[in-house]
């Protein structure tokens, strides 16, 4: 089974053992295509996955991670995830708990 939606990352996680391993544990390793962002830092390693690389030679200094914990926090995630993005989380109330 194909992922209908690639799923994005950044070379940090897939560079961690933790990673990895929720990867293996969900079956997403051979179900879906992954959308990689490079992060300063870590190498891309291809672990057997089907990955679209972005922004080779110019890391990505987008973290998911401060998107949400911004979000929970009421912060501003202006500039950080374009003005769509961020509408669609505030109107569907993403990432407040």
């Known amino acids: 089974m194909v992922s209908?939606?690639?799923l994005s990352a950044g070379s940090n996680l897939l560079a961690s053992q933790k990673g990895l391993k929720v990867f293996q544990k969900l079956?997403?390793?051979k179900e879906a295509k992954f959308i990689v962002f490079h992060r300063a830092?870590?190498?891309i390693i291809n672990k057997g996955l089907d990955i679209i690389l972005v922004d080779e030679g110019?890391?990505?200094k987008l973290s998911s991670t401060k998107v949400r914990e911004y979000t929970k926090q009421g912060k501003s995630i202006?500039?950080?995830?374009p003005r769509e993005v961020a509408e669609?989380?505030?109107t569907n109330k993403l990432y407040l708990s």
């Open 4 to 6: 209908l939606y690639p």
């Open 27 to 29: 079956k997403l390793k």
């Open 41 to 43: 830092g870590y190498d």
């Open 58 to 60: 110019n890391p990505s």
């Open 78 to 81: 202006e500039g950080l995830v």
């Open 88 to 90: 669609y989380i505030k």
